[in-house]
Nanobody, 126 residues
Framework: QVQLVESGGGLVQAGGSLRLSCAAS?????????MGWFRQAPGKERVFVAF????????YYADSVKGRFTISRDNAKATVYLQMNTLKPEDTAVYYC??????????????????WGQGTPVTVSS
């Protein structure tokens, strides 16, 4: 079992940047998890944003954020990050981090993740 706590959300103007963090309670096993970020806009389903493999050697992004967002991780700190640049109003959502513990090769759907944080809201004003 691992607990995930996101932070770093807030209100930002379009074109601005934010850095989200997700700290895991289980430091011993964090380095074995693929970590993902998802987001859920009001009235919409939760959708994939990005994932990073346990080593950090493989990353994958949704087309909507490619080139603007960067996912990274620090296994020593049991933390995963999402650097968000050139933010747009359509990026407004609650952002969730998630951990995948089965070693799936390409986890890009909510059903493939085992542990979830409580979310941190991001609002981008125009």
């Amino acid at each position: 079992q691992v607990q995930l706590v996101e932070s770093g959300g807030g209100l930002v103007q379009a074109g601005g940047s934010l850095r989200l963090s997700c700290a895991a309670s289980s430091g011993r096993t964090f380095g074995t998890y693929t970590m993902g970020w998802f987001r859920q806009a009001p009235g919409k389903e939760r959708v994939f944003v990005a994932f990073i493999s346990w080593s950090g050697g493989r990353t994958y992004y949704a087309d909507s954020v490619k080139g603007r967002f960067t996912i990274s991780r620090d296994n020593a700190k049991a933390t995963v990050y999402l650097q968000m640049n050139t933010l747009k109003p359509e990026d407004t959502a609650v952002y969730y981090c998630a951990a995948e513990s089965y070693g799936r090769c390409w986890p890009a759907s909510t059903s493939e993740y085992d542990y979830w944080g409580q979310g941190t809201p991001v609002t981008v004003s125009s």
